[in-house]
C-alpha cells in the first residue's frame, strides 16, 4: 500500500480549510485515510501561528515508513524543519524568443 501524506479539503464553499492526512494513494482526495496530522487554515494571514497546524512525531513516524509526500505538504514540513525543502525547479527557455527570430536579431544587429 502506497501511503501519501497530502491534503484533505474540507469547509465550506470558498471557504477552504484543509486536514493534513496520511492517506492510501488510491483514496478520493476527501475520502478515506488513514490517520490526521495537522491542519492548513489558508485564509489566516500568512504569519498566523494557525495557519499550519503539525504534529510533528506522527509526521515523522510516517515519514520513516516510508509514507510520500505531496509538494504542497512538503513546502509546509520544510518550513517545519522536518524535511530538507523539496528543490525548485529551474526555468525554462520557453520564454526566450524562437530560434529565426534570434537570427533575425542578429542580423539586424549586425
Do not use: C
Request: aromatic fraction near 6%; charged fraction near 30%; glycine fraction near 6%.
Amino acid at each position: 500500500m502506497a501511503v501519501k501524506i497530502r491534503l484533505a479539503r474540507a469547509g465550506a464553499k470558498k471557504r477552504p480549510y484543509y486536514h493534513i492526512v496520511a492517506a492510501d494513494s488510491r483514496a478520493p482526495r476527501d475520502g478515506r485515510f488513514i490517520e490526521k496530522l495537522g491542519t492548513y487554515n489558508p485564509m489566516l494571514p500568512q504569519d498566523h501561528a494557525d495557519r499550519v497546524r503539525l504534529q510533528p512525531e506522527k509526521i515523522k513516524a510516517w515519514l520513516e515508513r516510508g509514507a510520500q509526500v505531496t509538494d504542497r505538504v512538503a513546502r509546509f514540513l520544510a518550513k517545519a524543519g522536518l524535511i530538507p525543502p523539496p528543490p525548485r525547479p529551474t526555468q525554462t527557455k520557453q520564454h526566450l524568443p524562437k530560434k529565426k527570430a534570434q537570427e533575425r536579431a542578429a542580423a539586424a544587429a549586425g
